[in-house]
């Protein structure tokens, strides 16, 4: 099942957020984020939305996006911020069923598309994206710490 994320899935929402972390050989630090993601998620103005991947009562996987706006479209898009299952539910078709799920979501908050990034070193994930029909888009991506 594919539901909203309930504030009592955050504290599995960041053990999997660890495990995404290390999946991609990326530092994480667990403390506060469940407070953060409940300020960001659960207002009347949210900065994220949230979804679970639940199987027989346990989350197994996550995604969360943001809507934003695109200057050179002039238009809404999804931004997908993250997705990650867990490695025992992967390969049972749930990617493409959180897929299907975005671009509802897409048509219904009219937005022209989804777009998301991904590790060069994440190989299995390209070639999922790939499949569903993702064009891959070459830029390098910078973080500035303020």
């Known amino acids: 099942m594919i539901r909203s994320c309930l504030i009592s899935d955050l504290p599995a929402i960041v053990a999997l957020c660890q495990k995404h ?3 991609e ?4 630090d ?3 984020k469940e407070d953060l993601l409940c300020e960001a998620i659960f207002t009347g103005n949210p900065k994220l939305y949230c979804y679970v991947v639940e199987i027989a009562g346990r989350v197994a996987g996550y995604f969360s996006y943001t809507i934003d706006f695109s200057t050179w479209d002039a238009g809404n898009f999804i931004y997908l911020d993250c997705l990650f299952i867990d490695t025992p539910f ?3 078709g ?4 959180v897929f299907e799920k975005l671009k509802q979501i897409a048509k219904q908050q009219g937005c022209i598309n ?3 990034q991904t590790p060069e070193s994440n190989e299995a994930a390209i070639r999922f994206y790939k499949r569903i029909g993702g064009i891959a888009t070459a830029k390098a991506r910078f973080v500035l710490q303020t």
């Open 94 to 97: 749930i990617g493409m069923r």
């Open 21 to 23: 972390a290390d999946y």
């Open 114 to 116: 989804i777009q998301w």
């Open 25 to 28: 050989r990326a530092l994480y």
């Open 30 to 32: 667990k403390a506060g």
């Open 90 to 92: 992967r390969g049972a």
